[in-house]
């Protein structure tokens, strides 16, 4: 408490001893528009597209005042409420499977020791930094001509479960980073079994990281689209999917709400996740 | 055989290419107090933890209670461990923690709430049940993580320094409670530690073990005033060491040259004439005196080349020759002591000099 106050004390009297010259004085202003544009440019798009979600007018452009009618009618389409349902279940059962093999992984790594360990993270987080259209044609290849699957929503899920697990992997490892082993070892030693050890000791302490790991996925899932593109068959239409065909029959209010509600969904969801992670294990 | 509560035999760990305990065999009884002792490094956690179950030694062999334990996983072993980070649950109060041996048990509520109890009196931490560990001092945690290895009534406590990272007054405390809780419940208890006094203070028979090895086994005293090799004398207390050559033997004393001057010592073994030796003789053996003493064989004059005040002592360098100096200590109990510069007559009974066993190599 004391050191910290001290070190903010010291940082403020600094400038005071370095005269400002005058390039410094013109240059501030300058900065400070430079940071106003860099935000223009990286969020006037959204804002334009959440407010014309809210236009009565059924041009994209035109602002024709304050309606709620896009979202009305966003929730009575039924294709959109199918690619809905579809996205849903692609993105829980993704989800469902990285996350348990995606923990697993990351125990695994961080518990033992073997041969090719190091190289065996490197290509786990590979995945992470692959072109996604990369991934998207050798997935398309390897279900289609190696496991003769046909399109459709398992397909999606098995693309998905693919990239996810990384995903999970990394979470869930950086969170054993700071996980004492010995207290795994005082449980064993105080007569828990391994199954018992990882459900009382370990579970309860990561799973902060998992369930983090786990929202990462789901909201990774929910808004794919180039993977999903490749591996997608008929009847399994997903929202990124269906928002894509939707357009090009041309922009209506109806897709910028429908692109608000994706942005909120991811936003909460993202945030959810990052609150765990920051989450305190001690 | 049926005394022996802990056994090893020919206990050896490597790590890849690396041996950490060598060759090490033990014998501790029922109900010891028996501490591993050495600098950090000398694999005597290792050895606890090939005990506790953690690892799996190399070669030879562990029986607990008379029982072959090699390979049993740490919970079918009858022996719990005091981690020195304590290792306590984070996610779960005292209370939580202390009980989760018995839970592991399947004792139901009622069974283990007066174990609880006793235990938790036992290490004066009643009323801190509810206690999340991160709310608790250093010294509480530690009885915690005691009250949780005891609780289950294990046959063997291992204790991993479990009081390396108390200060120095907590410490001094917590080693006469530790002492008296091993006599009161009469559990062996297997201690390791890098602290000598430590050691000294409160095992019934101490291990010194370097590099893998134990060097010596026996009862604090016998640690301390019959040090077996160099490295002990030199690891436990302060040792003055002379080196000489032996003029004559006759059992058990060993005459030794050192620089002209003769000086006789103990040594069992048979030594033959003009072999270099090592002799060892601790600080507060050697008397000082300002007179000549009519009676005393081993005497010497010498020169006060420095003193340090201690409080109840003063350390004091003598030199004799030119190339020898030796460490005394006098307990400070009048103020006639010596000042820098006197010279002064200076001596030891000769069965408090030791001739060494030449190290054996590693």
């Not at chain 1, 990882?198 to 983090?212: D, E, H, M, V, Y």
């Not at chain 2, 507060?284 to 109840?312: A, C, D, M, P, R």
């Amino acid at each position: 408490m004391n050191e910290r106050s001290l070190s903010t004390t010291t940082r403020a009297t600094v400038p005071i001893h370095r005269r400002a010259t005058l390039w410094d004085r013109l240059l501030e202003p300058v900065l400070g528009v430079n940071a106003c544009f860099i935000y223009v440019f990286l969020y006037m798009p959204i804002v334009v597209l959440i407010a014309f979600s809210f236009s009565a007018s059924p041009f994209s452009a035109v602002w024709g005042g304050f309606s709620i009618d896009w979202y009305i009618q966003l929730f009575q389409d039924s294709e959109i409420a199918r690619a809905l349902r579809n996205t849903l279940i692609v993105a829980s059962f993704s989800m469902l499977f990285a996350t348990i093999i995606g923990t697993m992984t990351a125990l695994a790594l961080s518990k033992f020791q073997f041969r090719g360990r190091n190289a065996f993270e490197t290509t786990l987080n590979l995945p992470i930094v692959i072109p996604d259209i990369v991934q998207g044609i050798s997935l398309l290849m390897f279900l289609v001509l190696v496991v003769h699957l046909a399109l459709g929503l398992p397909t999606i899920i098995i693309a998905h479960t693919v990239f996810n697990i990384s995903y999970v992997a990394v979470i869930v490892r950086a969170r054993l980073h700071g996980f004492d082993r010995r207290l795994e070892e005082a449980a064993m030693d105080l007569g828990a079994t391994e199954w018992q050890t990882f459900w009382k000791i370990t579970f309860p302490l990561i799973w902060p990281g998992i369930l983090s790991g786990a929202l990462l996925a789901f909201t990774l899932s929910l808004d794919e689209f180039v993977v999903t593109f490749f591996v997608t068959g008929p009847g399994a239409t997903t929202l990124p999917i269906q928002v894509y065909s939707m357009v090009k029959r041309g922009v209506t209010p109806e897709i910028n709400a429908l692109a608000t509600l994706m942005l909120v969904a991811s936003i909460l969801l993202v945030t959810l996740s990052i609150l765990l992670q920051r989450r305190r294990s001690s | 055989m049926d005394e022996s509560s802990v056994e090893l035999k020919n206990l050896s760990k490597q790590f890849g290419a690396h041996p950490v305990v060598r060759d090490v065999s033990l014998q501790i009884k029922r109900g010891e107090f028996f501490s591993l002792l050495g600098p950090s490094g000398c694999g005597k956690t290792t050895t606890l933890r090939l005990l506790a179950g953690f690892d799996n030694p190399s070669s030879g062999e562990i029986f607990i209670n008379g029982s072959l334990a090699n390979g049993a996983p740490p919970y079918a072993r009858d022996v719990n461990l005091v981690f020195q980070s304590y290792a306590l649950f984070p996610h779960m109060n005292v209370y939580q923690n202390v009980a989760f041996g018995l839970e592991m048990k399947k004792l139901s509520r009622s069974q283990i709430q007066p174990m609880l109890e006793e235990v938790l009196s036992l290490v004066r931490l009643t009323g801190l049940e509810s206690r999340f560990p991160k709310q608790l001092s250093g010294g509480q945690q530690q009885r915690v993580a005691l009250a949780r290895a005891l609780v289950t009534h294990p046959s063997v406590l291992l204790l991993d320094e479990p009081l390396g990272a108390l200060d120095l007054k907590l410490r001094k405390e917590m080693q006469l409670e530790l002492k008296k809780l091993q006599r009161k419940l009469n559990i062996t208890f297997i201690y390791v530690t890098h602290d000598q006094e430590e050691a000294l203070t409160m095992s019934d028979r101490i291990a010194v073990m370097d590099h893998g090895r134990v060097v010596q086994v026996g009862r604090p005293e016998e640690i301390y005033e019959q040090p077996a090799t160099r490295f002990v004398a030199d690891f436990i207390g302060e040792t003055n060491f002379i080196e000489g050559k032996i003029v004559s033997c006759d059992p058990p004393w060993v005459k030794v040259d050192v620089q002209g001057i003769q000086m006789s010592a103990l040594g069992i073994p048979p030594y033959e004439k003009s072999r270099e030796v090592v002799i060892a003789i601790r600080p507060e053996k050697i008397w000082l005196q300002k007179e000549h003493s009519s009676s005393s064989e081993n005497q010497f004059t010498g020169l006060i080349e420095e003193l340090v005040y201690l409080g109840t002592d003063t350390r004091y360098l003598v030199r004799l020759s030119d190339e020898l100096i030796l460490t005394v200590r006098q307990q400070n109990l009048d103020h006639s002591a010596f000042r820098k510069g006197d010279r002064v007559y200076l001596g030891w009974p000769a069965p408090c000099a030791q001739v060494l066993h030449p190290e054996t190599e590693a």
